[in-house]
């Protein structure tokens, strides 16, 4: 999985960056195909912003919070809301798997408990 880390409008401290990075490693436990994550944390008057992109085969998904005190509340936030994105992308192409399996077998589709 390829990263990238960007900061706009303040200089990154070493706290930030592994915070950040060690989030965007996380995010292969909730699926393991993703092509690359690149995470845009920004500063604008007062207000700490974060913006994740998840790029994963034929989608993009985009998450961002912003925070007007920590900047890892804002991190953390936009983490959250890329998981939960994943998540539902991956029921998304699972689904979509056992909708194809079951037309070319000629079945029902399987049921997954959960």
Same mark, same amino acid.
């Given at each position: 999985m390829k990263t990238s880390l960007t900061?706009?409008?303040?200089?990154?401290s070493d706290n930030v960056r592994n915070h950040a990075i &060690?989030? =965007? #490693?996380?995010?292969e436990k909730y699926f393991n195909r993703i092509?690359?994550?690149?995470?845009?944390?920004?500063?604008e008057k007062e207000r700490w912003g974060a913006e994740v992109?998840?790029?994963?085969?034929?989608?993009?998904?985009?998450?961002?919070?912003?925070?007007?005190?920590?900047?890892?509340s804002a991190?953390? &936030?936009? =983490? #959250?809301k890329a998981q939960r994105q994943l998540e539902k992308y991956k029921s998304?192409?699972?689904h979509e798997?056992?909708?194809?399996?079951?037309?070319?077998?000629g079945s029902e589709p399987r049921k997954r408990r959960h």
């Open positions: 900061a706009r409008h303040f200089n990154m &060690d989030s =965007m #490693a996380g995010l092509i690359g994550v690149q995470m845009v944390l920004s500063k992109i998840v790029g994963v085969p034929g989608e993009t998904l985009t998450a961002e919070s912003q925070d007007d005190d920590l900047l890892f991190i953390d &936030d936009a =983490m #959250a998304k192409v699972k798997k056992d909708r194809r399996e079951a037309k070319q077998y």
